[in-house]
């Protein structure tokens, strides 16, 4: 069954969607990805409002993106819910990122994770460009640059090493060949 395909509303639609046992489990209204998503957080307690960690950040970063950039996720929210979402982004995750950045390749201590930077980096270039030009945001931005960076020397190292590996590996084969002729003929085949 697909997550993002829905009933259109008749018995056909629905069993079509969700089988024949959708029709026999529909309990109550159905939720949208947001309200199930924003559930799941209040369970977890995952709320921003709390001290802020790598999960919280993950969670809000996951909300926020699924309001702003996924169109497709059902009812449209308050405006003044969209207004506190921006400020709580800009208020209080940015600046906990900035803070907590560790600048390592291992991606276990990062705040943030690089499908996460690169869909909010999209979207503040295209809707929030005072924030994506403001400090804390370019000090992100210029670590995952960096990181990009090192992976692409990193990739372009082991692709050398594997072919100077197969290089010598092909060298080695041909000198144990050349062992095993009869030297009676390798004598020959030098004068």
């Known amino acids: 069954m697909s997550e993002t395909r829905r009933p259109l509303g008749c018995l ?23 309200e199930r ?8 307690r995952e709320e921003a409002w ?3 960690n790598k999960y919280r950040v993950a969670a809000f970063l996951r909300l926020f993106l699924m309001c702003f950039v996924d169109v497709e996720n059902g009812r449209q929210l308050h405006p003044v819910t969209y207004k506190m979402l921006k400020r709580t982004l800009i208020t209080r995750i940015i600046p906990f990122i900035c803070r907590r950045l560790v600048y390592t390749i291992d991606e276990t201590f990062w705040i943030i994770s690089l499908l996460h ?3 909010l980096d999209h979207y503040l270039i295209n809707h929030l460009p005072r924030v994506h030009a403001g400090q804390r945001w370019q000090e992100i931005a210029y670590f995952f640059k960096e990181v990009e960076k090192q992976r692409k020397v990193e990739e372009e190292e082991k ?6 590996e ?3 590996d092909a060298g080695a084969m041909n000198y144990e060949q050349y062992r095993q002729i009869d030297p009676y003929y390798r004598d020959r085949d030098i004068c």
């Open 12 to 34: 056909c639609s629905e069993v079509n969607v969700g089988g024949e046992e959708g029709l026999r489990t529909r309990v109550g209204p159905e939720r949208t990805p947001i």
């Open 50 to 52: 709390r001290p802020l």
């Open 166 to 168: 197969e290089e010598e």
């Open 159 to 164: 692709e050398s090493s594997e072919e100077e």
């Open 117 to 119: 930077f690169k869909e």
């Open 37 to 44: 998503h924003t559930m799941a957080m209040y369970a977890r």
